[in-house]
């Protein structure tokens, strides 16, 4: 085959094949490059061939494009090679752990730091291992039996990294204990609790039925941790407690919360620039079922209609659309009570305080009134966690005591519900710990699924089971085990999984972690005061 170059216009040079088309010449330099690559032992060795053979293509199909037209076309350009293996070599900063200068130790070394660092609950002998470095705060949960060290271990619960814990169990098994226990390791620090260099905030939503003057209503427990153990020599409690209760009821309901002490009682009030059209279509109680009154599909016109002009929801300019509407008697006094429900937790003025949530002080948001429902609690609910999570700062732990008294079918609760699913999905980026608490797990099942943890105090409900086994795997032989283990609980016991828990090291150092583990777990005493015990004869 005889090949004549000669000059094009751009002053480059063309090949002419005089006896193959170029599409055969193709062909067969794929055919040579493809065994090329093929034969060769290495990477690097590839890359050369490759190299050598692109150089005596023609321009067209990628060669060297810097030739001068005196020079052969088969020349090879060793600058330009040299340029690109080392532009290649570069890219080896960017890859994972798996590079071959790292050894097979230093990735499991690796591995574990991550593992640990990471775990919401760990057995304390990890700590004791040389990783103080990996876990800069933490708590004692309580102890659990190790059946590989044959003897009872400590649970930690890891503070420093953002989880979600699921809490159920009836009545007087030891739930608000538990969660109490929880508040304490993230709230209060103390050598006889673990490490706490940096206290979390809290904030707990609390809600009860309460009429007349409050006979037989119970405040929050978490307003207890307020005050020190008075069995203890110890003496801690947490900074400060601020309780944020409905105006309505503001009178009868600080009379209970202000005989503890370190405890701030104010009216919760909701400013105008806070509120957005989702929070308003909840509160007016707005649905798009066929049943919607006229009146309200006029208010929900409204609402349309300035969320289309876009920009901040203005209560005022509200008002004004209403009162541009005709609506008969009956309707305007429907209308009027919904909105003086509204207005009685509105701040119109905009002169309330800005919310304040410091470390190692707890927020309580209750809204047990005769005035208000399960279902306005909840978007009050709603609120006040959109605003604690839009504060920077320190860590934050989000607390839903009793949840089952207010977690109902309802609008509000939905909304709540969607709310808690999204901060629990973006709890890493909210720097956010979720803890729920509650007698019935039914109503919240979606929510085990994503939580980290899930403590299982007595129940005997077949129906609480089915609804955590869902959600919860369980190894074949825990299966007809699992319903009496739970039942022979006594209080202050739970079963505890957590898949990413770290319970210690086996025979060859491996970390033994939780999945598919049930452990027994006993929760440890409280050193705040136990604002739950039950009322004996004797």
Known sequence: MKIMPSQSLAGGIEIHDQTLSSTSQDRRRSKRLMATVCASDSVHESTDLLFEETDKMPRHLGGDTHSDPDTQVGDSSEDDTASVKIRLEKLDFLLSSTHKDESVEDMRVNEDSTSIQHAPLLNAIIISKNTQHLLPQYGLLGS???????????????????FSMFICGVQGSGKSHTTSCVLENALVPSPHLGKLPNPLSALVFSYAPFSGDGIGFTISEAAFLASPNPGSPVGAHVKHVRVLVAPSNFARISKLYLKLPNISVTPFKIRSRDLDIDVMLTLMNVSASDET??????????????STAGGAFDYRAFKKQLKKKRFNPTQSNMLQMRLDLLESFLDITDNCPEPHFGPGEITIIDMSCPFVDANTACILFGIGL??????????????LDEAHKYMLDAPGAKALNEMLLSTIRLQRHYGARVVISTQEPTLLTDLIALCSITVIHRFSSPTWLSAIRRHIPTAADDRDTLMPRIERLTTGKAIVYSPNAVLGYDESGSLVMGTSKMINVNIRKRLTKDGGQSVLAV
């Open 386 to 399: 959109k605003l604690y999570l839009q504060t920077e700062g320190t860590g934050k732990m989000i607390v």
């Open 293 to 306: 009154p006229l009146y309200m599909a006029q208010v929900m016109q409204i609402l349309r209609e300035m």
């Open 144 to 162: 659990y039996d190790d059946e590989a060290r044959r003897s009872m271990s400590k649970l930690l619960l890891n503070t420093n990294v953002p």
